[in-house]
């Protein structure tokens, strides 16, 4: 059980414009930074959207990173075939039994 | 180019101690404001943070691992390790190190992984 909630899966088409939403309570999303991951298959994650919305270097303005209150998002517009991939939110949880850095579950997102 | 290589058993027996090393290379372990972590992700499911160290050795683990773990840094060798105690099943995973940069990314930004590797835990 993950303590920051994502949808198991998400889908679109070339060209479409898809988000992936993740949501958390007061102590994650809701007071510190949200960063997105994205996990293509065999490889280790990478650094997509880090403090809400940025990107790194690198990183296609295709992909745009938004947040309000315990809630955050991910959109990918003009989906294409090479982001066929797993998605993970993450943020720094300021829990009462000591910090930590805690994951959504992850969405898998198919490109039809 | 900074690059990191985890090494380790990839067969620990239950009740035993999950040891792995993570060695850096392409820059130094000491340089800037990095912190260096240990993330797990069992097959088929999503990442769990283990822990983290700064080369000061101040350390930050998972609260659920927290009994369990311990991480180290040893600067003369650029690398650090994870020890994770009383390991079962529910242990096994792929292990990642990464490196994380608080001054360019915060807490939770990891920029550079590496390629993981399979820890099972079986008799």
């Known amino acids: ?112 | 180019q900074v690059q990191l290589q985890e090494s380790g058993p990839g067969l620990v027996k239950p009740s035993q101690t999950l040891s792995l090393t993570c060695t850096v290379s392409g820059g130094s372990i000491s340089s800037g404001s990095y912190y260096w972590s240990w993330i797990r992700q069992p097959a088929g499911k999503g990442l769990e943070w283990i822990g983290r160290i700064y080369t000061s050795g101040s350390t930050n683990y998972n609260p659920s691992l927290k009994s369990r773990v311990t991480i180290s840094v040893d600067t003369s060798k650029n690398q650090f390790s994870l020890k994770l105690s009383s390991v079962t099943a529910a242990d096994t995973a792929v292990y990642y190190c990464a490196r994380g940069d608080g001054y360019s990314y915060g807490y939770a930004g990891f920029d550079y992984w590496g390629q993981g590797t399979l820890v099972t835990v079986s008799s």
Do not use: H
């Not at chain 1, 998400?10 to 309570?25: E, F, H, L, N």
């Not at chain 1, 919305?53 to 809630?71: A, E, I, L, M």
């Open chain 1, 1 to 112: 059980q993950s303590v920051l909630t994502q949808p198991p899966s998400a889908s679109g088409t070339p060209g479409q414009r898809v988000t992936i939403s993740c949501s958390g309570s007061s102590s994650n999303i809701g007071s510190n930074y949200v960063y997105w991951y994205q996990q293509l298959p065999g490889t280790a994650p990478k650094l997509l959207i880090y403090r809400n919305n940025q990107r790194p270097s690198g990183v296609p303005d295709r992909f745009s990173g938004s947040k309000s209150g315990t809630s955050a998002s991910l959109a990918i517009s003009g989906l294409r075939s090479e982001d066929e991939a797993d998605y993970y939110c993450a943020a720094w949880d300021d829990s009462l039994s000591g910090p930590d850095v805690v994951f959504g579950g992850g969405t898998k997102l198919t490109v039809l």
